[in-house]
C-alpha cells in the first residue's frame, strides 16, 4: 500500500498566481480530509469529503479556496488568487468508513511569495 | 467548542521513559490519538485508545486515559534518539468524522 499521495511535496509560487495542491488516498478509503499546518494555528481542518461528496468546509478560509473530489482516488485543493498568508503545510488525509484510524499524506509546503 | 491542549517541548536522556500528556475539554469524545510527526514529513498514526478504555500498551507505547479528568498522556519507555519529534493528542467524537488537534509536544531525546 503506497499510502496517501500528494503532489507537489513543495510550492513557491508569486502572490496572485492560482495554486492546485493534489491528494491520492489509500485505495478503499471513502473519507478525505485537507488540513492546514502553521505555526501560528496548529493543525486546521479545511474541508472532508465522504464518497466524493464535500460534508464540512466551514474550515475554508475563504472564497479564494475551493476543493474538488472527482472520483475517489483523487481529490484538488486551489487557491486562487494566493496570498503569502496561504503559506504553510497542506496535508491531506483519508480512512476507510469502517476504521476510526486516519492516514495522513507527506503534505505540501506552500510558499506564496 | 472542543479544545485539546498539550505542553509545547519535553527533553528527556536516551534510555529514559518519556510521558508526554495532553488534556481536552469535549466529554462527548469517543476516540483519542498519538501522532508522531518528524521533520519534514507527515503525520504517523503511533495509536488510539476508545473512550471506555483506560490503558492500551503496544511495544514501547503505554496511552492512559483518566475521562473523568479528560487527561490523555502517552508513555515512552527506553526512549531513543529516533524518538525525537512533535507528537499530536487528537480528539474524536461521534458527532464528527474529522480529528481536533493539539498544538503538538516536541520531544527532544538527548544522547
Known amino acids: 500500500d503506497a499510502g496517501v499521495i500528494q503532489s507537489p511535496r513543495h510550492e513557491v509560487t508569486e502572490m496572485g498566481q492560482e495554486v492546485t495542491l493534489r491528494c491520492k488516498p489509500i485505495?478503499?478509503?471513502?473519507?478525505l480530509f485537507w488540513y492546514r499546518q502553521t505555526m501560528m494555528r496548529g493543525l486546521e481542518l479545511l474541508i472532508y469529503?465522504?464518497?466524493?461528496?464535500?460534508?464540512?468546509d466551514s474550515g475554508m478560509p475563504e472564497d479564494r479556496f475551493s476543493a474538488k473530489m472527482p472520483n475517489a482516488s483523487f481529490s484538488t485543493l486551489k487557491i486562487q488568487p494566493s496570498e503569502p498568508r496561504d503559506s504553510a503545510v497542506y496535508f491531506c488525509?483519508?480512512?476507510?468508513?469502517?476504521?476510526?484510524?486516519?492516514?495522513f499524506g507527506p503534505g505540501t509546503r506552500l510558499t506564496v511569495t | 467548542g472542543e479544545d485539546v491542549e498539550q505542553s509545547l517541548f519535553l527533553s528527556v536522556r536516551e534510555g529514559d521513559s518519556s510521558v508526554i500528556n495532553c488534556t481536552y475539554t469535549?466529554?462527548?469524545?469517543?476516540?483519542l490519538y498519538w501522532y508522531k510527526q518528524e521533520p519534514g514529513a507527515g503525520l504517523q498514526l503511533l495509536t488510539y485508545?476508545?473512550?471506555?478504555?483506560d490503558m492500551k500498551q503496544d511495544q514501547r507505547l503505554t496511552v492512559l486515559l483518566n475521562k473523568k479528568d479528560k487527561h490523555l498522556s502517552l508513555r515512552i519507555a527506553d526512549t531513543q534518539t529516533g524518538d525525537s519529534a512533535i507528537y499530536f493528542c487528537?480528539?474524536?467524537?461521534?458527532?464528527?468524522?474529522?480529528?481536533?488537534f493539539g498544538s503538538g509536544t516536541r520531544l527532544q531525546v538527548q544522547p
Open positions: 488525509a483519508s480512512r476507510s468508513g469502517g476504521s476510526y484510524e486516519q492516514y
Open positions: 485505495s478503499g478509503h471513502d473519507y
Open positions: 469529503f465522504n464518497n466524493n461528496v464535500p460534508i464540512d
Open positions: 469535549d466529554s462527548s469524545s469517543t476516540y
Open positions: 485508545i476508545f473512550s471506555n478504555m
Open positions: 487528537a480528539e474524536k467524537n461521534t458527532g464528527r468524522r474529522a480529528l481536533t
